[in-house]
């Protein structure tokens, strides 16, 4: 299929389906299969360099050995219960870990809560393009969820408008899809201006420590902004935008320049749907309190490991994470998520080779990698989903992306 018209305008008629042989069918499903088993190749290469990178300066071995139960604590070799602040510092520097499972039970509290915001806040951002029935939309937002904490690549993020499409008939893809750059461009935004505010707040205790986070601070915050202006300018000067993007991408690749200006145009075809600016404010403060309930999160692992970190750090924390996440992730996020994770763990005095924040570190991405798989796994083992549907999403071609027919799914549940 051509590319579309740069000028916006009513969008293209659906394009015709094709017959295809027996044998084209199954050559492209193994061209697909294939791209997937790159892709996540790819991915696992990625986070084996994390994990590389992490494993240099982290006492791998001592995360595991002798398990105990002691006064409510779970006890890895040399850890043990602090009962002042003395022994919480002589904690940091023993060959073992402690966690308080009081806080761990916190935390899943909390992560709960996480779940349940993540998947209200899509729906003010939905509604006026596929309007759905609660139960339907927590459906494919926890599947969806899922599946862009699972697989490589980001690919996952394409699940969610795919779902949507075989739930509603006539709902374009493209046109969800433009609900999901507007969370992630918001998302990015809020996070790298939090990321920049709290660095001025962190101790200097390292101040080396500082450094890449202050780099990728400001890279952030140029990438988000970037995407930010683009969107704007793509909604109100749509043509002045359509001539920067071919006069800078273009020079790179007239493909990429096409490619941005097609997501800008279906961008532009969902952000008409949206009658009001109601939803867009609803859907703004909805992710302020997310993000704020995503440092609580932190904060009470923090708690649980006893580590020196205040309030301050576990935003630090929460911002790190994601801005890593603009580089290409492994499967479940593997290495990249510990990773930024700590980095600003060494501004308040923490070794790099502290077990107990290694054991903090991991902690922290198992338990996200539980709340992140558990309510999709539900619809998917109860068949409400299927997961061969949500694997389709991954290799979208642009046909299959701008079509009409929402009627992938022969029944709802599919």
Not at 305 to 325: E, K
Not at 361 to 371: A, I, P, R, Y
Not at 374 to 392: D, H, T
Request: net charge positive; aromatic share 10%; hydrophobic share 50%.
């Amino acid at each position: 299929m051509g590319r579309r018209s740069l000028v916006c305008g009513p969008p293209n008629p659906a394009p015709r389906l094709r017959l295809r042989t027996d044998a084209t069918a199954g050559l492209g499903a193994f061209d697909s299969v294939s791209r997937l088993l790159i892709r996540t190749g790819i991915g696992l290469a990625i986070g084996a360099f994390f994990i590389w990178l992490s494993a240099k300066d982290w006492p791998m071995g001592e995360l595991f050995g002798e398990l105990r139960l002691q006064d409510g604590h779970l006890i890895i070799n040399g850890g043990f219960v602090p009962t002042n602040a003395a022994d919480e510092e002589r904690l940091l520097h023993v060959a073992g870990w402690s966690m308080q499972l009081s806080w761990l039970f916190a935390n899943l509290g909390v992560l709960a809560l996480i779940h349940v915001l993540r998947v209200v806040r899509w729906k003010p951002l939905l509604d006026p393009i596929a309007p759905m029935s609660w139960r339907d939309h927590n459906r494919i937002g926890a599947v969806g969820f899922m599946a862009m904490f699972l697989l490589p690549l980001r690919l996952g993020e394409l699940a969610r408008p795919y779902l949507v499409k075989a739930e509603v008939r006539g709902v374009r893809m493209t046109q969800v899809l433009a609900t999901v750059v507007v969370e992630r461009v918001v998302d990015g935004l809020v996070v790298s201006l939090l990321l920049a505010a709290v660095l001025t707040w962190l101790p200097t205790t390292d101040p080396s420590a500082l450094a890449p986070l202050e780099l990728g601070a400001l890279t952030a915050l140029a990438v988000f902004l970037s995407a930010t202006l683009l969107l704007v300018g793509a909604r109100w000067k749509h043509d002045l935008t359509v001539r920067f993007v071919e006069r800078t991408a273009g020079l790179v690749s007239k493909r990429l320049a096409h490619a941005i200006c097609d997501l800008l145009d279906s961008f532009l075809s969902g952000l008409r749907q949206q009658k009001s600016g109601r939803n867009f404010v609803i859907f703004v403060a909805l992710t302020v309190v997310y993000w704020a309930l995503t440092g609580v999160a932190i904060w009470t692992m923090v708690r649980a490991f006893y580590l020196p970190v205040d309030m301050v750090g576990c935003f630090a924390m929460t911002s790190c994470v994601v801005v890593g996440m603009m580089i290409p992730n492994a499967p479940g996020n593997v290495g990249s998520f510990w990773y930024f994770l700590l980095m600003p763990v060494a501004a308040y005095g923490v070794a790099s080779g502290s077990t107990q924040a290694l054991a903090f570190g991991f902690m922290v991405w198992l338990m996200q990698l539980l709340q992140q798989t558990a309510f999709g796994a539900y619809y998917i083992i109860r068949g409400q989903v299927s997961w061969r549907r949500v694997l389709e999403a991954t290799y979208q071609s642009d046909a299959t992306l701008t079509a009409d027919d929402g009627g992938l799914a022969a029944s709802k549940g599919s």
